[in-house]
């Protein structure tokens, strides 16, 4: 049973990683002419970030996921990997 739990988290890993490596690509193939399609995406997440003010604490949480289609084909490749081990 731990190694199905084990398992699953390095299949987290890599297609975190995935995402990583390939939103970071995309964004630099998009300054590419040939290659712009992959920084095209889109934004999730807040656009203002919300703060609590505890008058001891100030919290401030925000989360913005910016997903592109280099992130997208980053996901598969990490699965496509992971299966392959």
């Known amino acids: 049973m731990a190694t199905r ?7 987290i890993l890599f297609i975190l990683c995935g995402i990583v490596v390939g939103g970071l690509l ?3 193939a998009g300054k590419v002419d040939f290659l712009w399609w992959l920084s095209y995406g ?3 997440g807040f656009e ?3 703060t609590l003010n505890l008058q001891v604490i100030s919290l401030t ?3 913005m996921l ?3 289609i280099s992130s997208i084909i ?3 490749l990490a699965i496509f990997i992971y299966k392959k081990i």
């Not at 739990?5 to 299949?11: F, G, Q, R």
């Open 74 to 76: 980053g996901m598969v």
């Open 26 to 28: 995309g964004e630099l």
């Open 5 to 11: 739990e084990k398992n699953i988290w390095i299949l």
């Open 61 to 63: 949480f925000a989360l």
């Open 48 to 50: 203002d970030p919300i």
């Open 66 to 68: 910016k997903i592109n």
């Open 42 to 44: 889109q934004n999730f």
